[in-house]
């Protein structure tokens, strides 16, 4: 079992920076592909990037253009998504994911996570 906690949303002017943090319990973490979604008002969940195990492999949603990075520190059981040039239609709830996931490339697809944070708000005022 993996637990998830996340931290670092709040309130931010649009094209200013947030960083988030997801930190896991357990001894396994660099076993993990880890990911973010985000759900806003209204809207279903979606993918924004995902990061493999062992960090060879990074994937973004097309609608990221280059603004977030998303990084880990094993050592540290931490997966971090750096958000710059931010824009209010980033404005949503985001969530971390996990799975035990062996692959060169981490799943984009959340029904392939079991692991969930509860999740950090993040709010973009124009």
């Known amino acids: 079992q993996v637990q998830l906690v996340e931290s670092g949303g709040g309130l931010v002017q649009a094209g200013g920076s947030l960083r988030l943090t997801c930190t896991a319990s357990?001894?396994?973490?660099?076993?993990?592909?880890m990911g973010w979604f985000r759900q806003a008002p209204g809207k279903e969940r979606e993918f924004v990037a995902a990061?493999?195990?062992?960090?060879?492999?990074?994937t973004y949603a097309d609608f990221v253009e280059g603004r977030f990075e998303i990084s880990r520190d094993n050592a540290k059981n931490t997966v971090y998504l750096q958000m710059n040039s931010l824009e209010p239609e980033d404005t949503a709830v985001y969530y971390c994911?996990?799975?035990?996931?062996?692959?060169?490339?981490?799943?984009?697809?959340?029904?392939?996570?079991?692991?969930w944070g509860q999740g950090t708000q993040v709010t973009v005022s124009s």
């Open positions: 990061i493999s195990w062992g960090a060879f492999s990074l």
């Open positions: 994911a996990a799975e035990d996931y062996a692959d060169y490339n981490p799943p984009t697809n959340q029904n392939e996570y079991n692991f």
């Open positions: 357990g001894p396994t973490f660099s076993r993990y592909a």
